[in-house]
């Protein structure tokens, strides 16, 4: 007799039908490899949450690949503090340190293996050593493979309430050569631990070991030196040793606010590598001679800090300083764009009506030169 078939019957709510659920989830099939590779574009709060869900994602959660960015500069955003965080009371700026140690401690257990590090945090402060804290996180972690490092060592991304006078010129001075030698620290610190460094954003003293510890970083390519501090000068040798020094570097953007007792001075730069320059942020900038082969694009401005001179000081200090368009005309032959205005091939020979437009703002000599201001 043929056999009767069996009637299925639709699975009861209870075991049965979350087994079956757990058997049609097939991203658990997957290999752990491609789980990672999947969990690796979600952002560390996402991976946070991603943890709690069961005992295997946790375990997945652990992976060092997946913790391949340290971004202490966002905590105040990603814990509910928008904008610039300033001028808070002592409990948040305590809270803050909190979770700064806490997310420090959570790299660092899960042995971390980092591609960028993003920082913000004030090498001078007298209260808390964020320099041996961070010299501590560097070695908690592997930095190895580090490429892109942006630092800000001069400012706490949240800054107690003053309780007291500000400071004087001279407690300034020494707050800021406590910076600057806590910073070279750090530094020499990089370059034994991330050698392989391809990007990095820092505020920079250009002092002879600060230019010194940053040419070791030999793979640098792209480079973002922001100003220090308005009253410490730029020694034209220091530009020069480090553009010249630093074989791969592509990209560079300069911000350096010359003194007004430098007002006279000039630099140079020199590099076989360099595409891109951008010292547009840079104010009373002039440079002697531009020895840039590679160099296809240039931003760079004309600021007038309103010094009132007399006629003849005026002309003697002009004097001294190269035409832009000479420079350009004699070192840069392959640029292609100067801010933002696409040249013409022919603009080695004769500057058209909009380069002469753009050297009138860019330029510092007599001739593009028609304020009685410098």
Not at 51 to 74: E, I, K, N, Y
Not at 261 to 284: A, C, H, K, N, P
Not at 326 to 349: A, D, F, K, M, Y
């Amino acid at each position: 007799m043929p056999r009767k078939k069996k009637r299925v019957r639709p699975a009861r709510a209870g075991g049965t039908q979350r087994g079956t659920a757990r058997q049609l989830f097939l991203f658990n099939a997957l290999p752990p490899e491609c789980q990672v590779y999947c969990f690796s574009f979600l952002s560390d709060v996402e991976k946070c949450r991603v943890a709690l869900v069961c005992q295997g994602w946790s375990q997945l959660m652990r992976t060092s690949r997946l913790w391949q960015q340290a971004d202490f500069a966002c905590l105040g955003t990603v814990w509910g503090w928008e904008g610039a965080l300033l001028s808070h009371g002592a409990r948040d700026h305590e809270r803050w340190k909190e979770r700064v140690e806490n997310y420090a401690y959570h790299l660092m257990s899960r042995g971390a293996s980092l591609l960028v590090l993003r920082a913000s945090f004030d090498l001078g402060d007298e209260q808390t050593n964020w320099t041996q804290f961070l010299l501590r996180f560097l070695e908690g972690v592997n930095c190895w493979d580090l490429e892109e490092l942006e630092l800000n060592w001069t400012l706490n991304p949240l800054e107690l309430l003053p309780t007291h006078r500000q400071p004087s010129m001279t407690q300034v001075g020494m707050t800021k050569e406590d910076q600057v030698t806590n910073f070279q620290t750090l530094l020499e610190r990089l370059g034994l631990v991330s050698p392989g460094l391809r990007q990095a954003s820092l505020p920079f003293d250009w002092s002879e070991q600060s230019v010194q510890l940053l040419t070791g970083f030999q793979q640098l390519k792209c480079l973002e030196l922001k100003n220090f501090w308005v009253f410490k000068g730029v020694c034209p040798s220091s530009m020069h040793q480090l553009t010249r020094a630093l074989p791969n570097l592509k990209r560079l953007i300069l911000q350096v606010l010359i003194p007004v007792r430098d007002l006279e001075v000039t630099y140079t730069l020199e590099s076989t590598s360099l595409e891109f320059l951008d010292v547009s942020q840079s104010r009373g900038l002039v440079f002697n001679l531009l020895n840039l082969p590679q160099l296809k694009e240039l931003k760079i401005r004309k600021t007038i800090r309103g010094i009132i001179l007399n006629t003849q000081t005026q002309l003697a200090i002009q004097s001294r300083w190269p035409c832009l368009y000479i420079l350009l005309q004699e070192g840069v032959p392959n640029l292609r764009t100067l801010n933002h205005h696409q040249l013409l091939p022919s603009w080695q020979r004769e500057a058209d009506g909009g380069l002469a437009e753009v050297l009138a703002q860019a330029c510092y000599c007599v001739q593009h030169s028609d304020t009685w201001l410098l």
